[in-house]
């Protein structure tokens, strides 16, 4: 039967019929002519072959060249030990890349400091700030500490905040705001300068210009005393405070304030000092010597 089926397959090849699905013919050749005698054999490009029954197909050697290339799923063509090795060597200069990078930067002074700018400083120095900042030349810029060095600066008496900041590529920037006295306490031999926290921060030969003297024997953050005070200097408007020659009182609750021209503000404590100082700014626009605004619902002006 199979040399019957062979017989069939050749007589339509002869014929130029078709020869199956499994074969594939060579369409784009021109035809034939069989009246000059041209060949009228057609080009197929795999013809049956007759293997003998139980026969399989060898696959060449690993090695050899012409054992076709494996292909992935979704007939993606699998790479080669080359294309692997190639692929490993770029990934391992591309870590070791990084890594040296990373070094430099940290631990090296490639982007290192070069200096150290200080801004906003009336009467601390800029060398002290720097010293006490202490952060060495050439430190990698970004493992400073930068909230150490705000500590650092922070704790120089006359330094209220400060403020670090990196400025690329190699300048750290140091932002100081000072502390303002509200008032002084008169020593023999000395000023005190006490600011809006109560603190005693520092000591000069001789008042400075419209601060006013406190009637304090010292200043301390937790003397209830020093708070009501300073709570009150800083609660009065800029026009009224310069006009403040001393304040006094004999308790939190007893705040007086002696202004220029001999008159006086009695004030009382702390609390509701902005209704306070509303009140206030009404009542110096009339003649008077004493304002009592202890009580603001009920201020009152008399001339002893």
Same mark, same amino acid.
């Given at each position: 039967?199979?040399?019957?089926?062979?017989?069939?397959?050749?007589?339509?090849?002869?014929?130029?019929?078709?020869?199956?699905?499994?074969?594939?013919?060579?369409?784009?050749?021109?035809? !034939?002519?069989?009246?000059?005698?041209?060949?009228?054999?057609?080009? &197929? *490009?795999?013809? /049956?072959?007759?293997?003998?029954?139980?026969?399989?197909?060898?696959?060449?050697?690993? *090695?050899?060249?012409?054992?076709?290339?494996?292909?992935?799923?979704?007939?993606?063509?699998? /790479?080669?030990?080359?294309?692997?090795?190639?692929?490993?060597?770029?990934? &391992?200069?591309?870590?070791?890349?990084?890594?040296? +990078?990373?070094?430099?930067?940290?631990?090296?002074?490639?982007?290192?400091?070069?200096?150290?700018?200080?801004?906003?400083?009336?009467?601390?120095?800029?060398?002290?700030?720097?010293?006490?900042?202490?952060?060495? /030349?050439?430190?990698?810029? !970004?493992?400073?500490?930068?909230?150490?060095?705000?500590?650092?600066?922070?704790? +120089?008496?006359?330094?209220?905040?400060?403020?670090?900041?990196?400025?690329?590529?190699?300048?750290?920037?140091?932002?100081?705001?000072?502390?303002?006295?509200?008032?002084?306490?008169?020593?023999?031999?000395?000023?005190? +300068?006490?600011?809006?926290?109560?603190? *005693?921060?520092?000591?000069?030969?001789?008042? /400075?210009?419209?601060?006013?003297?406190?009637?304090?024997?010292?200043?301390?953050?937790?003397?209830?005393?020093?708070?009501?005070?300073?709570? &009150?200097?800083?609660?009065?408007?800029?026009?009224?405070?310069?006009?403040?020659?001393?304040?006094?009182?004999?308790?939190?609750?007893?705040?007086?304030?002696? !202004?220029?021209?001999?008159?006086?503000?009695?004030?009382?404590?702390?609390? *509701?000092?902005?209704?306070?100082?509303?009140? +206030?700014?009404?009542?110096?626009?009339?003649?008077?010597?004493?304002?009592?605004?202890?009580?603001?619902?009920?201020?009152?002006?008399?001339?002893?």
């Amino acid at each position: 039967m199979n040399q019957e089926r062979g017989r069939q397959r050749r007589r339509r090849s002869r014929d130029g019929g078709p020869v199956g699905p499994e074969h594939r013919v060579d369409r784009e050749r021109p035809p !034939l002519d069989r009246e000059h005698g041209a060949d009228d054999r057609l080009r &197929v *490009d795999r013809l /049956p072959v007759d293997r003998p029954h139980g026969s399989v197909d060898r696959e060449p050697p690993p *090695d050899d060249p012409r054992r076709p290339r494996r292909r992935g799923p979704a007939g993606v063509r699998r /790479p080669t030990r080359r294309q692997l090795l190639r692929r490993r060597m770029v990934a &391992v200069g591309v870590l070791l890349g990084l890594g040296a +990078l990373a070094y430099g930067l940290f631990f090296t002074s490639m982007l290192g400091v070069r200096s150290v700018q200080v801004t906003g400083l009336k009467d601390v120095a800029a060398p002290q700030v720097v010293t006490v900042a202490a952060v060495k /030349p050439g430190s990698p810029m !970004l493992t400073l500490d930068l909230a150490a060095i705000r500590d650092r600066v922070a704790a +120089l008496p006359r330094v209220a905040e400060a403020r670090v900041f990196r400025s690329w590529p190699s300048t750290v920037l140091v932002e100081v705001t000072e502390r303002t006295p509200v008032g002084v306490i008169r020593t023999p031999g000395a000023v005190h +300068l006490v600011d809006g926290t109560g603190r *005693d921060y520092a000591v000069v030969p001789v008042v /400075p210009p419209g601060v006013p003297d406190l009637q304090l024997v010292k200043a301390s953050p937790s003397d209830p005393l020093t708070m009501a005070i300073v709570q &009150v200097l800083t609660a009065l408007p800029d026009k009224v405070r310069a006009e403040v020659l001393s304040v006094s009182a004999r308790s939190p609750n007893s705040v007086v304030l002696a !202004l220029s021209a001999g008159r006086q503000i009695r004030w009382g404590s702390a609390e *509701d000092s902005a209704r306070k100082a509303a009140v +206030l700014a009404a009542l110096l626009t009339q003649p008077g010597k004493v304002y009592d605004v202890s009580s603001p619902q009920l201020p009152t002006i008399s001339t002893p």
